[in-house]
Each structure stands twice: as C-alpha cells, then as structure tokens.
C-alpha cells in the first residue's frame, strides 16, 4: 500500500497553463518580443519559472532574462488563479485517498510562494501532509535532495511513497529519488513522453489513481 502519494503541481492536479502563459506573454509583450501561443507554453513549463522564461524568449542573455523573470512576477503576483482551475474529479480522488489512510503531499518546480496560494483556492479543504515549491537553497526537480528530505522528515521511506506527475521531469524525479512513479494523461505532455520516461503506472483520469496509491 502507498503511504504517502506525492503529486507534482502544474498539469497534475492544477491547469494553470493558461495563467503562466498570460504571465510569460506579458512580459515578453513589454520589451517587444515575439509572444506564443497557449499549446507552446506546454512544453516550456516544467522546470521552473526561469527556464520557462528563458524557453519562451529564445534568448540566452541573462539580463534580459532577468528582466523578463521580474516582469513576470510582477504579473503573475496578481494573476496566478485568474483561469487557473482544478482538474475534474481530483478533489474527489485526494479526499478519498486521505479517507482510506494515503498523505497526499504536493511537490512543484514552480517558485514555493506560489504553490500555497494555488493550493488554498483550488483545494481549501483538502489536508495536505506538506507541499513545496522551487526553494532557492535546492536544485529543483529532477533533482530529488529537497523531495527526499521532506519525505524523510515526514517519517516515510521511499518505499512507501508513489510520485505523480504529468512530464518526463516528474518521471526523472521518482527515478532519481527511487520512488515508483504514475503519469497522468490529462496534464501537458503525451502518453509517448511518460512511457518512453519510464513510468511504472500511466492513469487516463484521476479515478485511475485509486487503483496505483
């Protein structure tokens, strides 16, 4: 039985792809750059908001990058649940995974200040053991430090834990932390790019998750 079923953010349990690439236009708009459309935004996202932003302005320059990052903020600040929205079914699966006695805890590349405050409006009544984002002292996923230190200080091993996300670097990280992992169709990326990762369990709708956790 799982004990501790960790999901990632951003095309797992929350649709935010809309808010982040109104956020990332946005920016890209203020210094005259070439926007993009919503679909490319999936394949930009995943490895955290300056990779995203680095993605999306085809540049390597670091100054405008880091421009760019700043007016990202600044939108996003305000705008982070604007169309964001919970997947349909999710809130049902969490609730009964923490009824029958699975934690349910959240681990996300994007910046830490921003995970809570998606969670509180997406699942205000949903118990999470502990969720975290990007935090500046760790590497983020698919380096697995900061997810196995929180799983360790929740008193679990890897072994009791299933790892859930929607990307290749979701993929990574269970890998990379020795933990089973599950990918889920209904996020940003293909059935192909999870399989090909390796993913133990692929679910085609949240209800599926009952059958792996």
């Known amino acids: 039985m799982v004990k501790l079923c960790i999901f990632d953010l ?3 349990i929350a649709d935010t792809i809309e808010d982040l690439a ?3 236009n946005y ?3 203020n210094h005259g750059m070439l926007t993009h459309d919503v679909e490319k935004y999936k394949y930009f996202v995943g490895n955290g908001i300056p990779k995203l932003i ?8 670091d100054k405008l990058n880091a421009m760019l990052l700043d007016d990202f903020k600044k939108y996003y600040n305000t705008h982070l649940t604007d169309k964001t929205k919970a997947y349909t079914g999710m809130s049902e699966v969490l609730h009964k995974l923490i009824d029958r006695g699975t934690q349910c805890a959240v681990m996300s590349n994007k910046a830490d200040e921003f995970v809570g405050i998606i969670l509180q409006k997406l699942y205000p009544d949903v118990n999470f053991l502990w969720y975290s984002g990007k935090r500046e002292s760790y590497p ?3 380096d697995p430090t900061l ?3 929180l799983i360790n200080d929740s008193g679990y091993n890897v072994e009791d834990c299933l790892y859930v996300g929607d990307s290749n670097v979701d993929i990574q990280t269970a890998k990379n932390a020795g933990i089973k992992s599950c990918g889920v169709l209904w996020g940003f990326r293909t059935k192909d ?3 090909g990762e390796g993913a133990e369990y692929i679910a085609k709708a949240p209800q599926d998750l009952l059958r792996y956790c």
């Not at 680095?54 to 320059?61: C, H, N």
């Open 10 to 12: 951003d095309g797992t």
């Open 22 to 24: 109104d956020a990332t």
């Open 27 to 29: 920016a890209l708009s």
């Open 54 to 61: 680095e993605r999306a302005s085809l540049s390597d320059d």
């Open 140 to 142: 983020p996923k698919p």
């Open 147 to 149: 997810l196995l230190k």
């Open 193 to 195: 790019e999870l399989v």
